[in-house]
């Protein structure tokens, strides 16, 4: 005898049934993206995409070298961005929560204006109007925009945490960057990750604009790869390598947030306390009550 199909507030538990339902629509989903794969494969045969003449590049050393080279030159741009980026977004966020209001008013008018420019525009504004350098001109725009983003992602996260944490810290006559780098920045800290991981993963994905200013980065070197035309201009194949690559990198990133988030749950600073269970209190000298 099956137990009883529980309910939800929001929803009833599925039944026998539906779940065979389901089962089915996964299965038909699987087959279309399986019969997808195969027509997508199928083409890439037939247009000799496998051909060996397109694939012998990767096989020299200099075109390895070029890609290593690229690769190198992604992470730096993004490791250059993402420092500058949180830090820039922490300065703009604490602007944001400043009780004076012209600083504030000056941090939302910056936020809001590099949040609203094309992350394309500002490298080239940088790079032709200043005449900067193709790495300085990429790592500042992308400064730009990503710390414009985290500023604001940094201000909710701090603004989730509950307002009674708040008012107890004041209580305890802490001042106000006492309250926010002892309580607030921590408890927020949480709610903020995902987004500062997902933001990024942006950054490290925009670091491939650079090849548009000649900085020589991965995306570049794969672009100097698929142009040669002496191996039948192998475009498929430099994408076929260079993707897995980007994904796996941005997978790594969100991997990282992942483990810093279960070693926060395990600290010392973040673990639960049990509190011993009230007890009555000793009599009052004097107190004749029973």
């Given at each position: 005898m099956t137990a009883p199909a529980t309910t939800s507030a929001l929803y009833d538990v599925p039944g026998p049934h539906t779940r065979r339902r389901h089962r089915m629509y996964a299965l038909a989903g699987t087959a279309v993206l399986l019969v997808l794969l195969g027509w997508i494969v199928y083409l890439l045969i037939h247009t000799g995409q496998f051909a060996y003449r397109k694939w012998m590049p990767f096989e020299y050393k200099g075109i390895q070298e070029l890609l290593l080279?690229?690769?190198?030159?992604?992470?730096?741009?993004?490791?250059?961005?993402?420092?500058?980026?949180?830090a820039l977004g922490g300065v703009l966020a604490a602007g944001r929560l400043s009780e004076h209001r012209p600083l504030r008013w000056v941090a939302t008018l910056v936020v809001e204006f590099f949040r609203a420019m094309p992350v394309l525009v500002m490298i080239f504004f940088v790079f032709v109007a200043l005449r900067v350098q193709p790495l300085p001109a990429l790592v500042t725009g992308l400064t730009l925009y990503n710390g414009s983003v985290l500023a604001e992602v940094f201000r909710a996260?701090?603004?989730?945490?509950?307002?009674?944490?708040?008012?107890?810290?004041?209580?305890?006559?802490?001042?106000?960057?006492?309250?926010?780098?002892s309580v607030l920045v921590p408890q927020g800290v949480r709610a903020m990750l995902p987004a500062i991981i997902s933001q990024l993963v942006v950054a490290l994905k925009d670091t491939s604009l650079g090849f548009l200013i000649t900085y020589e980065e991965f995306l570049h070197a794969g672009k100097l790869i698929a142009s040669n035309l002496d191996y039948d201009l192998p475009f498929i194949?430099?994408?076929?390598?260079?993707?897995?690559?980007?994904?796996?990198?941005?997978?790594?990133?969100?991997?990282?947030?992942?483990?810093?988030?279960?070693?926060?749950?395990?600290?010392?600073?973040?673990?639960?306390?049990?509190?011993?269970?009230?007890e009555p209190a000793a009599p009052m000298p004097g107190d004749t009550r029973d």
């Open positions: 080279n690229g690769l190198a030159g992604t992470l730096k741009a993004f490791g250059m961005a993402a420092v500058l980026s949180l996260g701090v603004n989730s945490v509950d307002r009674g944490q708040r008012e107890a810290a004041y209580s305890l006559g802490l001042r106000k960057t006492q309250v926010m780098m194949p430099v994408v076929m390598v260079i993707s897995p690559i980007y994904i796996g990198m941005c997978m790594l990133l969100s991997w990282f947030a992942n483990w810093v988030a279960k070693r926060e749950r395990r600290s010392v600073k973040t673990r639960q306390v049990e509190v011993a269970a009230a």
